[in-house]
């Protein structure tokens, strides 16, 4: 963006430090993925992310290639793998805390 107001600049950093604050609340299955050449934001953020989570089940996967956003274009081929296999996981416990959850019939 060629020009940013200021109070964009403001509200974006008070959002940062109560996404912090709050990050102890989190307690859902957790994967984060970043790339170490993202220019945008660093990738110890991801780090930082994991270690204040509250999240039993948490993974970090940090990509030598890529860049910021991911998702879109070339390296979603590189991000797809760890996504699907932890969605997968996901599923197999659910269904298995289903099964094992469900009650008396």
């Known amino acids: 963006y060629a020009t940013v107001p200021a109070s964009a600049v403001t509200t974006f950093l008070d959002v940062i430090a109560h996404v912090r604050g709050s990050l102890h609340e989190v307690r859902s299955p957790l994967l ?9 934001v660093p990738h110890g953020n991801a780090h930082e992310i994991m270690r204040a989570v509250a999240s039993e089940d948490k993974q970090a996967v ?3 290639e890529g860049r910021h ?4 274009g070339r390296w979603l081929d590189t991000i ?3 996504i699907v296999e ?8 659910a269904r298995r805390d289903s099964r094992t959850n469900a009650g008396p019939s």
């Open 80 to 82: 797809e793998p760890p």
């Open 69 to 72: 956003l991911m998702t879109v």
């Open 32 to 40: 984060v993925l970043h790339s170490s050449r993202d220019a945008t």
């Open 62 to 64: 940090i990509f030598e």
């Open 86 to 93: 932890f969605l997968m996981r996901m599923d197999r416990g």
